[in-house]
């Protein structure tokens, strides 16, 4: 794939798994409420596409988005993959005929997901896999050592390379680590919502690397007077001060910021290369504390 370089560089994962610290997240792929069709699949492939040339190497999915949908746009827009581009997908959870989210995480589910995602996106092994565990935006305590252990068969099948987990606490994390290596948890984060600070740094430490959703606020956007404020003086958007403070907060962070626009891609990609002030940092802090 073409080789540009990035806004936050790249994060290695593994020796065969090095990740551009700027990803696309694939969701707004699909129709709305992320079920169904776009309006314009069209666009959604050069979306796609443009990613790859802007030289982000990873893109996050689920079979889910849709269903299917996404997952086939990316099919269509990518295949034959270019060495070197990572597809992460996630697991434990369905559509239903209204689109409605159904969570669904016993071994017999999880095999025919991995297998659905593998035959959408046209691939024979799945590059990294998140389990997803809780709610739709918050964590929920309980076990994951079942689901977790069925993931990690198919793994040692070959069905998987790399295994992660979505929506979790950090015991859910240690919990996982304790059956398989965990190389990625991808949970709700942003600026204004922090709860997963001491979690972040302990992650770092250990060479995994923290996904954050909703990015930007998700369903409710961030309103802050202060990330305003910064982004006035600084002459830029709130949207990009929210990403660069995300890539500042710690080298294992890593953004999978979603968009239909070509427009709006290239000024995620952009945006994303804004240097924050330590004096404008401290400003910001401030939202989440």
């Known amino acids: 794939m073409t080789t540009q370089t990035l806004p936050g560089g790249t994060y290695q994962l593994a020796d065969d798994l090095t990740l551009t610290r700027v990803g696309y997240g694939a969701m707004q ?4 409420h992320v079920f169904g069709p776009p309006a314009d699949r069209d666009a959604a492939v050069a979306v796609l596409r443009e990613a790859v040339a802007l030289g982000v190497n990873h893109i996050d999915t689920a079979d889910f988005y849709g269903p299917y949908v996404t997952n086939e746009i990316i099919r269509e827009a990518l295949e034959p993959y270019p060495a070197g581009l990572h597809v992460v997908t996630k697991v434990g959870a369905d559509r239903d005929a209204d689109g409605a989210w159904v969570l669904n995480r016993e071994p017999g589910d999880l095999r025919r997901q991995v297998e659905q995602n593998l035959e959408h996106l046209g691939l024979d092994r799945l590059d990294l896999v998140n389990l997803r565990v809780g709610g739709v935006d918050r964590p929920e305590p309980g076990s994951l050592a079942r689901p977790f252990t069925a993931l990690a068969e198919m793994q040692a099948e070959g069905l998987i390379r790399h295994l992660g987990v979505s929506t979790v606490l950090a015991e859910q994390v240690a919990e996982a680590q304790s059956i398989a290596p965990v190389l990625t948890v991808q949970n709700f984060y942003n600026i204004a919502n922090r709860a997963d600070d001491g979690l972040i740094d302990t992650l770092a430490e250990q060479g995994i690397a923290y996904v954050p959703y909703f990015p930007l606020g998700g369903f409710s956007p961030l309103q802050s007077a202060e990330l305003h404020a910064v982004a006035h003086r600084l002459g830029s ?22 968009t239909s626009s070509v427009a709006h891609l290239r000024e995620n990609v952009a945006a994303a290369g804004l240097e924050l002030p330590d004096e404008e940092i401290a400003a910001l802090n401030s939202i989440g504390s």
């Open 29 to 32: 792929l699909a129709g709305p």
């Open 237 to 258: 958007t709130p949207t990009a001060v929210a990403q660069a403070w995300l890539l500042q907060r710690s080298p294992n962070v890593l953004l999978i910021p979603g």
